[in-house]
Every structure is written in C-alpha cells, then in structure tokens.
C-alpha cells in the first residue's frame, strides 16, 4: 500500500491571496511546510497539487527547486485535483494536508496513518483539528483517506462546496457530524496529553494569522529547525504578545 501525502496549494486564495509564497525566515510558507513534512517517516512521497493555470507557475517554479512531486489539477474542484493526483502517482492511501498549515508534526502525522492502517474498516482518520474531544490543536496532523473512498466520494458528491473542501464529504469538522458513518467511519487518535491544546489555532487563513505563525517562526526556527509543538505551546503561553 503506497501512502503519499499530498499537500494541496494555490496563488489565488480567497481569504490571503499568494499566502503560499509569503516569507517565513527567509524561505516562503510553503518551503518550510515541505522541509517539515520531509521528516515524516511512513510516506512514500510528497505530492504538491497545485491549479494548473498561469496564475499558479511562480508557485510551481519554486516548487521545483524542493525535490518534491507537483500535480497540477483544477482549481476549485479539490476532490478531481486530489483524485488525478493519486492516480498519476499510484497512490492507494492518500494524507491530506492544506498548504496554510504552517506547523505540520511529523511524528503525529506517523502516528495518525499508522493508525489508519491498523484499522480493518478505516474510512476517514484525521487528527489535523478536533474530532470528537480528541484534543488536538488546529494544524499539526493530517486526514487520511484509502484512494478507493476518495473515488466513492467523487462520484456520489456533486455540490461545489464538497467538491472544493475534501474533508466535507466525509466529515464537518464545525458540527462533529459523519457524512455517513456506515458507508465512511469517522477515526481519530487521542492527542497526548502534553499538548492537548484544541484552543490553538495553527494555520494561515488571514493576514493576522500570517503575522502570529510569522513571529513563532522568528523566534523558534533559529534556536531549533527542528522546533515541535512543545515548543510552539512554551513560546505562546509564556512569550507571544497580541499587539
């Protein structure tokens, strides 16, 4: 079983556009989500799928310099960029993380897919946000996903809301509701206890969010490139100031 993980990103995001190419320590957002990702140890391959359009080739000229595989797909429909990803690179378990999150875990990343593949009906596992009091902060995990009900879901789910937000035909992580249990059980983790801290928020969706994730990068990446959530938690508990 190929587990990859594909990381979905754009120029033209609706909320921050270009947030993908903004600067974090002289590398942009994107770059230093790759270099985290590369650490994690139960994937295949790093998949980057991105528009295919023009808006989108900076993006891609960057990319190609990090020793990672590009996709270029739809823009909008998320579930055909993520289903012609997966099949052009035989994918048969698919991790799934937005490029807006600054902070990705490795070791919670490999912990979430080896339980994915523990299960004998796995359906949807994520510990990317909260599911069901498990705990996590927003941003550290991923989803995962076997190839075959990313299939199903493309071909029952029409709605462009579905189509363009993945997780939506399987999960609301707003309501804490399965799209349909028997069809796709839902399946988290219990995130330690040492960092169960469901109340932080560690992905880019606004320009404030750019600024917070900006001085947690300028503070911890020059003491430890290697910084984890501990250290995120240290640092906004006992050093971060909201101006």
């Known amino acids: 079983m190929k587990v ?3 990381l979905q990103a754009r120029i033209g995001s609706k909320r921050l556009p270009g947030k993908t190419l903004l600067p974090l320590v002289g590398e942009p957002l994107i770059g230093r989500i790759i270099e985290r990702v590369k650490r994690v140890r139960n994937i295949s391959e790093i998949i980057v799928a991105i528009p295919d ?11 190609s310099k ?3 595989s590009v996709f270029c797909g739809p823009e909008d429909d998320l579930v055909e960029r993520y289903y012609m990803a997966a099949k052009e ?3 048969d378990i698919i991790c799934r993380l937005p490029a807006d999150n600054a902070t990705p875990e490795a070791g919670e990343i490999d912990r979430i897919i080896n339980f994915h593949k523990s299960l004998s009906n796995p359906g949807f596992s994520s510990n990317l946000a909260e599911i069901y009091s498990s705990g996590y902060p927003d941003g ?4 995962v996903f076997d190839f075959s009900i990313l299939c199903d879901a493309r071909k029952k789910f029409k709605n462009p809301m579905k189509r363009e937000h993945v997780h939506l035909n399987f999960f609301d992580y707003k309501t804490q509701k399965a799209v349909d249990n ?7 983790i219990k995130c330690p206890i040492e960092f169960r801290r ?4 560690l992905d880019i969706n606004t320009y404030e969010d750019y600024l917070y994730i900006s001085q947690l990068y300028q503070y911890l990446y020059p003491k430890n490139t290697y910084f984890n959530i501990l250290d ?5 508990d006992t050093i971060y100031k909201k101006d």
């Open 4 to 6: 990859d993980l594909i």
């Open 53 to 63: 359009n023009s808006q989108n080739v900076e993006l891609k000229n960057y990319l």
């Open 66 to 68: 990090l020793n990672v």
């Open 89 to 91: 690179y035989h994918t």
């Open 140 to 143: 550290i995990g991923v989803e």
């Open 182 to 188: 028997n069809w796709c059980p839902i399946n988290t």
């Open 198 to 201: 469901p109340d932080l928020v």
């Open 232 to 236: 995120i938690i240290e640092w906004h």
